[in-house]
């Protein structure tokens, strides 16, 4: 693309909710397959932007928040993820509330004991669960896009493998014999929920922002 000096135009910015760096590559690296010539980054760019609290009722209204107020925060077209673990015999369970579980925010192992005595008397056969991710795309203007993406699996007893976080050491995805954590990094995110979100908001980018 050339800008009216006839010289190549700056690639649009794009700014991700999060100060995971490991999401900003993960997405970026999706962006640059799909030819888009957008600059990404993160959060931390813009340190005056407040944290956003997450209070909507499901992943996609979450995602919604935070993008919306990180678009009127900079101005700028802004993407925004919310994710976590639904159990079919918990009702989807524990759902938006993934990440505090059993009460303190990001207490992984806390969460993951929690959830395997809840499910101790459950049969094999109806451990089944899943990922969950929301992404959304929202612009300066108000307009709004939401994709999601999902990691079917099932639930183990017992904890399995030393990577990934939060309950990767429990589900196992359908069709593997290995636990998320013990996938590496390439493998997981070639299945992941949030991989897929992320695939799929590439051409809503390519739409919306160019």
Known sequence: MESQTGRPAAPRRLVLATRNTGKITELRAILDAADLDVELVGADAYPGVPDVKETGVTFAENALLKAHALARATGLPAVADDSG???????GAPGIFSARWAGRHGDDQANLDLL?????????????????????LALP???ERVVEGTLEGTLRRTPAGTGGFGYDPVLQPLGETRTCAELTPAEKNAISHRGKAFRALAPVVRELVG
């Open 141 to 143: 203007d108000g307009t």
């Open 85 to 91: 673990l639904c159990v079919d015999v918990l009702g």
């Open 116 to 136: 395997l005595a809840q499910l101790a008397d459950i049969d094999d056969a109806l451990r089944t669960a899943r990922f969950a991710c929301a992404a959304a």
